[in-house]
């Protein structure tokens, strides 16, 4: 009672944790509430009441660090700040979550198991800032464009090692429900 969030961790058959939460009027989830008040669940195929929004948790070591590489690098918002966990907006319905190893579900590992993934309306932009400002690793030195023109995308590496991969796709038979949920469709 009284506190920022309720919530209940699942298992996925894989072993994954999932973390359904509901978040409250609270003094740290004061920007992050009216985000989400904008969002409509996206009906659901089963007879679960549907999300309206997502937010990939990553751990790190270096949270200072990492937050100023959200801020200044990726110029992401920072919407609710719980202390060992920062909430940054990364579109209208996709949040991430930065956990302070040492406080959360799981600690940090050189190996990553998670691949964030941020769709753009300008791939060879981001790509030519992010070579001429050298701000993260990147894993090959061009745009790659994926087979039929489905989409174009690059690959870099964020300062602690998480996969980030940044997406431009087409209009493309195979592309029209994923247009449909990005307000693309024709």
Known sequence: EGGAHDGFVAIDPEGYLLEF?????????????????????????????????????????????????????????????????????????????????????????????????FILDDVDGWFDYVKESQSFDLRSDSVSTGPEHKYRAFVGYDPEGYYMEFDQFYDHADNVTLMKYLGEEK
Not at 58 to 67: C, E, G, P, T, V
């Open 21 to 117: 939460e509901t978040f409250k009027q609270h003094p740290e989830n004061e920007k992050f509430i009216p985000l989400l008040k904008k969002n409509s669940p996206v009906t659901a195929k089963t007879k679960s009441p549907g999300f309206h929004s997502t937010i990939t948790w990553l751990y790190y070591k270096d949270m200072l660090r990492m937050q100023k590489f959200y801020e200044e690098v990726l110029g992401l918002s920072m919407v609710a700040d719980q202390g060992w966990a920062k909430i940054y907006q990364s579109s209208e319905t996709g949040f991430i979550g930065l956990v302070d190893e040492r406080r959360g579900m799981h600690s940090f590992t050189e190996k990553k198991a998670v691949n964030v993934s």
